[in-house]
Each structure stands twice: as C-alpha cells, then as structure tokens.
C-alpha cells in the first residue's frame, strides 16, 4: 500500500469509519475466541463540534515500511480514531518511512519531535519484557513505538495501537481501566474510552469536556474491570 493509500485511510472523515473501526476490533476478537461477545452496534463514539483550536498541535507519526499492506491499515485505524477524539486539538499525522531509511534519519526523525512505529521481533532490545506485545520509549520531544510482530495476530493490532498512542499522548496504564489497563485483553471492546482520554487531556492540558470517546456496555463512564 503506498503513502497515499495509507494517508487516504487515516484522513477520511466521518462517523462510519469510526464505527468500522471498532466493528473490525470487536468481531476478530470474538473470532479469536469463538464466541460473538458483542453486539457491534451498541459501540460508538460520540461526536462532539470539531475544534477550530488556532492552537492545534501536529504530531507526526512515521510508519515502518517493513508493516504491509494490511498492517499499516489497521494502524491506520488506530491513529484515525485517536483523530477524532482529540477533536482538533492535536492531529497525528501519519508518514510512511522510506524503506532504505537509516537508524540515523531515524534518529534525526525523532530529535524534531516525531513518533516512529517500527516493527521488530522478539529478538529486538526492545522485546526484553517477554510479556510485552509492543513498547513504548520516548517523551514529549518524540520517540519509538516498537511493535512485537511475532507475539500478536494481525487482527490485535489495532487494539494494540490504540493503547500504544494512549501512551505516546501521555497516559499511563489503568488497572481499573479499559484501554490502557496493563495487560492486552482480546475480548475487550478495543476503542478508546473515556478514562484513557481524561488521562490524555490532562497529560496534553486539553479540555476533557470537548474531547470525544467510546460509549457503551460495560464501559461505565470509561471505566471497566479488566479481569
């Protein structure tokens, strides 16, 4: 998939992506356990009026050439979602890394405060966690987002990116939380909920009550037993 595919699936607007997203998540994770766990419908996010916020920041987020083609839709997936519940206020703008760039542009990528989600395996420095199944490392001014490819389906890594991005906007893990509890759940409902953004709001200094977030069972105002 080329760099304009890839633009082309994280810029489209609209709510009906947003709700293809989380149907994609909800039904491969109810196909990874055999079981359809969830009505699709009763997830959604809410739409509040777009922030025209003359104080918008970009982040630029650099995707591995190595991810193919359906790899870097579900990442996709994942960055356009977090579009919309920031709401304006900050954008993630995606950017396909060149596939002969250097760990030296990459470096220089990150000094002026980009984000690169790399793809590594289990092999890679970053794997030393063997529970983990991605690793964020970085700051404000940038970083790495390495993601363990040979210890998740293809199918987790939107959920997976999801709760990567909550990290790299500043929220930690919840363990009475959804997306952001610290250990991956493949029945959970996979879209950002409002707990993971109130810890985004207040990381970025954004206003919670025109951010959006995910609604609906067992999310109880954002908040959801993860065991």
Known sequence: MRLTRLVTVLMAS???LLALAVALSLMTAAAATGE??????????TDRPSAAAASARTLTVYVDH????TERE????ALQQWNHVLNGFVRLRPVLLPADASDRAMAQLRRQ???????????HPAACDRGALAMTVGNRGGGFVYVIADRFAVRDLTAVMLHEIGHVLGAGHDPQGHLMAPVYDGNNGHCIDRAAVSMVASAQRLPLGQLNWCVGPGLDGGRMSYR
């Open 113 to 123: 405060g980009a984000w690169i989600v790399a793809k590594v395996d289990s092999r």
């Open 14 to 16: 609209g709510l009906a």
């Open 36 to 45: 359809a766990r969830y009505d699709v419908s009763a997830y959604r996010y």
């Open 74 to 77: 579900r990442i996709g997936l």
């Open 66 to 69: 190595d991810f193919d083609a």
